[in-house]
């Protein structure tokens, strides 16, 4: 149950875009498309802003995207804004009804 | 509305025990499997606990043989029983609920728990 790997810290000028990737194994990330992704502001609960690796919950802007290529997972956010600046992670199934998320990512908005 | 709110949580000694209570409404709790994260001060998400609907439980190797979850579908109730506590245990505790997908889609505002002598 090791953590799934994610930079520790990204940044981008208003109206970029930005990738975070989340890197796991073959046990985790890389045997279900069971990947989601949570936006945390500080003192906050998580928020879910993508589930099933690229599905969107309604409400969720759609300049939140996600993918899977193996055994790494990716988020990008397009057109950046200053409240997306948060804690973002993600989560994966590891089987035998286990979970594990990654370490956490601090997006600046600069 | 959908809403967890957790409580319980608080200052206790290492090797001490504390019991968390995560009250459910606005949705169909027995319906739901139901899971326990944490959060030390400063780090990030860590998957805790599960229970299903029909009461089988999984855990994070970290506190398998301490920790135990439950739940009382009649009380709308998850619980945690953390017993053997050690300082590593120390963090926001949150009980969250999965959509009909595997991802987390409803959270409580979490419980702190401090392991301290």
């Known amino acids: 149950q090791s953590a799934l790997t994610q930079p520790a810290s990204v940044s981008g000028s208003p109206g970029q875009s930005i990738t975070i990737s989340c890197t796991g194994t073959?046990?985790?990330?890389?045997?279900?498309?069971?990947v989601s992704w949570y936006q945390q502001h500080p003192g906050k609960a998580p928020k879910v802003m993508i589930y099933e690796v690229s599905k969107r919950p309604s409400g969720v802007s759609n300049r939140f995207s996600g993918s899977k290529s193996g055994n790494t997972a990716s988020l990008t956010i397009s057109g950046l804004q200053a409240e997306d600046e948060a804690d973002y992670y993600c989560?994966?199934?590891?089987?035998?009804?286990?979970?594990?998320f990654g370490g956490g990512t601090k997006l600046t908005v600069l | 509305e959908v809403q967890l709110v957790e409580s319980g949580g608080g200052l206790v000694q290492p090797g001490g025990s504390l019991r968390l209570s995560c009250a459910a409404s606005?949705?169909?709790?027995?319906?739901?499997?139901m899971h326990w994260v944490r959060q030390a001060p400063g780090k990030g998400l860590v998957w805790v606990s599960r229970?299903?609907?029909?009461?089988?439980?999984t855990y994070a190797d970290s506190v398998k043989g301490r920790f135990t979850i439950s739940r009382d579908n009649a009380k709308n109730t998850l619980y945690l029983q953390m017993n053997s506590l050690r300082a590593e245990d120390t963090a926001v505790y949150y009980c969250t609920r999965p959509g009909g997908s595997y991802a987390f889609d409803i959270w409580g505002q979490g419980t702190m728990v401090t392991v301290s002598s």
């Open positions: 606005g949705f169909t709790f027995s319906s739901y499997w």
């Open positions: 073959s046990s985790d990330v890389g045997s279900y498309n069971l």
């Open positions: 229970i299903n609907t029909d009461g089988s439980t």
């Open positions: 989560c994966s199934y590891a089987g035998s009804s286990t979970w594990v």
